[in-house]
């Protein structure tokens, strides 16, 4: 890609269980007013925001057009406004996309949702299956996550054990960053103990219910320096859909994965991943997507996940510091997430969590049984 | 232009659509989708293979389906494409539209396919409506799309005969023009003699909006597929460019008037084709412009906006509507598809308006051809809270130049 | 009596009894009627959910509603032949009286199914020659000229003679001067033959037929003629089209955050709480979070009304149901927009007005004020947008 595209600001209210105290026009607020105080951005028709892209989910907000109940709280009163109903990793890369279009020069990026509305997050994932086969059968983005998971241990040598300390570690990350989830710390033993949601998936092992709002500002890179000294920029995006039916394709094959990550690879001019990329922020609804997503964009070897975990892959690619999606962002937030994380990190500003000599990060968003739709998102400093 | 410059120019090569209807107990959801799919492939010569990125929207409370993209994968031809899901309720057609132009103009895709479809008939569609008022307030009392305001507005201004007669002829022009349109959902035959009589015949439902005068609810899907400007000129003969769109979305409070000479209200759709002609140097709109595709869901509705859309004052959009100026052969055509109270399959509507603007311009539409030549196109879209969006399709590509006594008349 | 596609007015009537759905009647007592031009008035009376008598009646006095339409379109609506709704809009179809619960009878009845007659010999042979002409492909007869005589044999048969020249097609019951092929077959075996059951090689091989002439032309049948359609549907039998019908539904807490939590608890109170943008002072009801226009936070409350002045009231005839709880609210209704006293230009406040006063609801416009209303509160309230039971008018 030949210009560039930046984020120049992002903001965020704290991972919790549940929002109890805000409506997420409350929690939308928030982050807007943080955006407007570090960017000094306005929604002058000439020179400041157009349109805003929003991220959220009717079947969760349980309302049509979820938009519409945002438009005030992220400013689109009289302005555009393009709901991305998806991953909302794929909400940047089409805010990226609009600007490099050059239809607009300045995008306000803003999501939400509220996992804890709802009764149940199945009775909800359960509704993205056709309703004649797969919906009467229970299939939930929870238990066919489970077939992956059996699959694709038995493939990788993925144990039990390794879930476990992929668990503890993610706790650990996540205890360093202020706005993630508050979760108990625990030890191996206990992840082993704690009860199984569908087997080989335990309670521990999948993403606890949360609720989370977000905000970003992106620019186009002739105006970057109107909104931000340090902006990170964008090159490269990328997605792929699989099949819909579980039986038509293999479960660890991680084929949407490697599509996404090649695509956006040559878009961002990676050659090697492990050479060229410093820190990943992968989208882990469950432990043993951790090294099966690591294994997609290839920083560990195809079907040697088990032992990518024992040599210490995680740490030694810089891999989930955040805690990842494991610890608890709310489906399909799980990508801005990650996209924050890299921005935070990339910037240097990731507290007690940061490394060293970053330079260029991706952050992986997915949704859908099994991780049907992927994307990948490359960001630079 | 927007911003800036557009980085590269985007051609629509491709456009499918089913019949429109409230019987498609014959097909699930991929499979409707997938029949206007095949006939986009099929118009554009393509096949699923030059596709590289596909964009999904509809309203998914309306059949329950969350994300319905994945399932609809069967349907959409999206296994191992690159593909998203942008929704914004009645105008997501005109957005899926608007990105879709985003998306090749940046330079990532060279061809992207945008699919809208409902299938109306598996839910209850003003029940869904409603379900988009806040569940605090609002969804207790509100109707659905349903209202009578306008209505009323517009018999306060002009008259309650003049008024119910306008919308009465909007509407049985609008029934004629779907007769001509294989694909319109209803077409009931009515004539200009039936005017009186309908007025008072046709049911109430809020207000002086009466049955017939609100669209319809349907079954249908509707795909488009854009092009880069070296891919639509390699593959299209008869390409239709994209010049400009705009989006105004608008706050979610329903009760808006400006009842009171002191409080005007400002509306969305003045403003959204305020400033897109600004920024296009287009000050004569209604000259501009060969045909309009506009997201009609009610007759009266329609009526007023015309007024908004082309930027007309006093009573010139009663007085278009009385001399049939909007009929196919007037002076400015309105929606000879027979628009939205003619077929209303809500995700695809407006991709819809897209699609019959664009067969206008590329001469394509059958029997609901207009008979004169179609340079400029204007369609719209229609949502939320009077959202609004505007897209501006040209038959040249160097249209600032193509048409001497069109715009560069107008820029002095 | 006319007849329209086979089945006559009566035809629907008399098998109301067989076709009623006690299920699509819960809790009706009404009688329908229905006045079909030309060919009577009959009233179809349910009592506590039974069909209690169809009658073919002059007087059609006491029904909640009636129909009235002609024959052809009620024979057609029936059968499904003609589309219901196109036939209301279109104004084929009138309703007098209450169209909601005329609506109800829709739900009563199974549609109506002709039932079927036996087909004999003859009436295939018939039938069969009747659609030659119907079933010829012009396309497919480019260049040939020729004439095929069929002696049909046995008590239903006859001779038949079809002639192709210049891509036409006549059929005429006869023979006719030198035809190029003349086929001999018994009546059942021709009506075999073409409805698929048998072939020709096997009837030809079993002695059953006779070929007189150019062969080759016979063998040409296939491709000239569409395939015949058996009106009785033999054959595969066509597939029903299943519809899975699910009602869904998913609990929701929804929390109401400080601001509408305020403006919730305020009803409680028996107070309308409005808040007033900082900047432009316009007042929002309810309180929103922020002011849209001016982008900036809201905090402040003000307590305003509770009376004020109608300015525009939606004349609600057609109620959908409710999402919440799937029922349907009586009409009409009406639902008010009010400039409670303390707003002012378009801050106003939504809510519905007594059923009874409807009709005396005058809106405001510009400095003349509309009719003066004021809340009905519940008793018991709970912070909801329905402890105002509604409004009234304040006399």
């Given amino acids: 890609m030949g210009k560039r595209v930046a984020i120049c600001a992002v903001a965020q209210v704290k991972n919790v269980p549940a929002y109890r105290q805000m409506r997420f026009q409350n929690m939308l607020l928030e982050c807007f007013e943080s955006i407007m105080e570090q960017t000094k951005v306005t929604f002058d028709l000439d020179k400041g925001i157009r349109n805003i892209v929003t991220c959220s989910d009717d079947v969760f907000d349980a309302r049509t057009i979820s938009n519409n109940g945002v438009t005030d709280v992220v400013g689109a009163h009289f302005r555009g406004e393009e709901k991305m109903a998806q991953e909302s990793i794929n909400g940047l890369g089409y805010a990226m996309a609009s600007i490099l279009s050059g239809h607009d020069d300045v995008i306000l990026f803003m999501g939400h949702c509220k996992e804890s509305q709802t009764e149940s997050r199945r009775m909800c994932t359960n509704l993205a299956f056709d309703p004649f086969y797969c919906r009467p059968l229970g299939m939930d983005f929870q238990n066919v996550d489970a077939l992956q998971a059996r699959a694709y241990m038995e493939k990788s040598k993925v144990t039990d054990e390794h879930l476990a300390t992929i668990v503890v570690r993610s706790r650990k990350n996540a205890s360093r960053d202020p706005f993630a989830r508050e979760n108990r710390l625990v030890d191996e033993k206990e992840v082993m103990n704690s009860p199984m949601l569908a087997d080989p998936i335990r309670q521990l092992h999948y993403y606890p219910v949360t609720d989370w709002a977000y905000g970003m500002l992106l620019c186009c890179e002739e105006r970057v320096k109107e909104f931000t000294a340090n902006p990170v920029w964008i090159t490269g995006y990328g997605s792929c859909m699989d099949s819909y039916f579980i039986g038509d394709k293999d479960l660890a094959s991680n084929f949407s994965l490697k599509n996404a990550a090649q695509r956006t690879f040559a878009r961002a001019g990676i050659r090697d991943p492990r050479k060229d990329i410093q820190l990943f922020e992968l989208c882990d609804h469950a432990a043993y997507q951790l090294p099966l997503w690591a294994e997609g964009i290839g920083i560990a070897d195809e079907s040697k996940g088990g032992a990518w975990i024992d040599e210490g892959g995680p740490d030694s690619y810089n891999v989930n510091l955040s805690g990842g999606q494991l610890n608890g962002n709310p489906l399909l937030l799980g990508g801005a997430a990650r996209a924050i994380e890299c921005f935070l990190q990339l910037r240097g500003e990731a507290g007690k969590r940061q490394v060293k000599g970053a330079k260029r990060a991706l952050a992986h968003g997915t949704y859908g049984a099994a991780g049907q739709h992927q994307a990948v998102v490359i960001m630079e400093i | ?412 | 009596m006319a007849e329209y596609w086979g089945i006559n007015v009566e035809d629907i009537f008399n098998s109301m009894k067989d076709r009623f759905r006690p299920e699509g009647a819960t809790d009706v007592t009404a009688s329908f009627g229905y006045d079909i031009r030309e060919e009577g008035k009959w009233k179809v009376s349910v009592f506590h959910g039974t069909l209690a008598a169809v009658e073919k009646i002059d007087n059609l006095s006491g029904c909640v509603a009636t129909m009235v339409t002609d024959g052809e379109t009620f024979v057609g609506v029936n059968t499904g032949t003609v589309d219901a709704t196109n036939a209301f809009m279109g104004g084929k179809v009138k309703v007098e009286g209450d169209m909601g619960a005329f609506g109800r009878t829709g739900r009563m009845f199974r549609k109506y199914v002709p039932p079927r007659k036996e087909m004999s010999t003859r009436d295939y042979l018939v039938d069969m020659f009747g659609t030659v002409e119907s079933r010829f492909k012009k396309d497919a007869a480019r260049d040939l000229d020729f004439i095929i005589t069929i002696e049909v044999s046995g008590d239903a048969g006859g001779v038949w003679s079809v002639i192709i020249k210049n891509q036409s097609c006549t059929v005429v019951n006869d023979r006719v001067d030198n035809p190029t092929v003349t086929l001999e077959v018994a009546d059942k075996d021709w009506v075999d033959l073409t409805l698929g059951k048998t072939d020709a090689q096997t009837l030809l091989a079993a002695g059953r037929g006779s070929v007189r002439g150019d062969i080759a032309i016979a063998m040409k049948w296939g491709e000239i003629f569409e395939k015949y359609v058996d009106p009785m549907g033999g054959g595969e039998p066509e597939q029903e089209l299943l519809v899975l019908k699910k009602t869904i539904s998913v609990g929701q807490k929804f929390s109401t955050g400080p601001i509408m939590g305020k403006f919730l608890n305020g009803l409680k109170a028996k107070k309308i709480l409005a808040n007033k943008c900082p900047k432009c002072g316009r007042m929002q009801l309810p309180a929103r979070e922020i002011c849209a226009d001016c982008r900036v936070r809201v905090t402040d409350f003000v307590e305003v009304g509770p009376k004020g002045q109608v300015r525009y009231m939606e004349y609600v005839y057609y109620a959908s149901p409710d999402p919440l709880t799937g029922e349907t609210r009586e009409t009409p209704y009406g639902m008010v927009n009010i400039l409670l006293d303390g707003c002012t230009g378009n801050d106003t406040f939504a809510h519905l007005i007594r059923r009874d006063q409807i009709d005396l609801i005058k809106n405001g416009r510009d400095d003349t004020p509309g009719t003066r209303v004021r809340p009905v509160w519940n008793e018991k309230r709970v912070g909801s947008i329905f402890d105002i039971q509604h409004f009234e008018i304040d006399e």
């Fill in chain 2, 1 to 412: 232009m927007a911003h800036r410059k557009k980085n590269r120019n985007v051609g629509i090569i491709g456009i499918g659509q089913t019949k429109h209807s409230s019987h498609r107990e014959d097909v699930n959801q991929p499979e409707m989708i997938h029949e206007a799919v095949s006939a986009a492939l099929t118009d554009a010569n393509l096949t699923m293979k030059d596709i590289d990125c596909i964009v999904h929207g509809n309203m998914e409370l309306f059949e329950m389906v969350h994300q319905p993209d994945l399932w609809h994968t069967l349907g959409t031809g999206a296994y191992g494409k690159e593909c998203i899901r942008i929704t914004t309720g009645g105008t997501v057609g005109m957005t899926i539209a608007c990105a879709s132009d985003n998306l090749v103009a940046s330079g990532l895709y060279d061809i992207v396919m945008a699919v809208g479809f409902e299938k109306l008939q598996e839910g209850h569609t003003t029940g869904g409506i409603t379900n988009m008022a806040d569940p605090l307030w609002f969804r207790n009392l509100q109707t659905g799309a349903l209202t009578g305001s306008k209505a009323y507005e517009l018999i306060s201004e002009f008259g309650e005969e003049r008024a119910k007669r306008a919308s009465m002829m909007y509407r049985i022009i609008m029934d004629k023009h779907a007769g001509l349109n294989q694909y319109a959902h209803r077409s009931f035959g009515l004539e200009f003699e039936q005017l009186d009589d309908l007025i008072k015949s046709s049911p109430k439902l809020v207000g002086d909006l009466k049955l017939i005068e609100m669209c319809s609810q349907s079954d249908g899907a509707c795909a488009v597929i854009f092009a880069c400007e070296k891919k639509t000129k390699e593959l299209s003969r008869h390409p239709v460019w994209i010049r400009d769109h705009i989006t105004v979305h608008k706050e979610e409070v329903f009760q808006i008037f400006g009842y009171h000479k002191d409080y005007p209200v400002l509306q969305s759709h003045r403003f959204a084709a305020d400033q897109l002609y600004k920024r296009n140097n287009i000050d004569k709109p209604l000259e501009y412009f060969d045909v309009f595709e506009m997201y009609d869901p009610a007759s009266w509705w329609a009526v007023d906006w015309l007024r908004d859309f082309f930027q007309l004052r006093g009573d010139e959009h009663i007085m278009l509507v009385e001399e049939k100026e909007i009929m196919i052969d007037g002076k400015m055509p309105i929606n000879p598809s027979g628009g939205v109270i003619g077929s209303n399959p809500i995700g695809a509507t407006a991709l819809i308006r897209v699609a019959e603007a664009a067969l206008q311009i590329r001469g394509d539409a059958g029997k609901h051809q207009i008979p004169k030549p179609v340079k400029h196109a204007l369609a719209s879209g229609f949502g939320g809270t009077m959202w609004t969006v505007l897209m501006m399709l040209e038959k040249e590509l160097n249209w600032q130049e193509a048409d001497n006594g069109g715009i560069l008349g107008n820029q002095r």
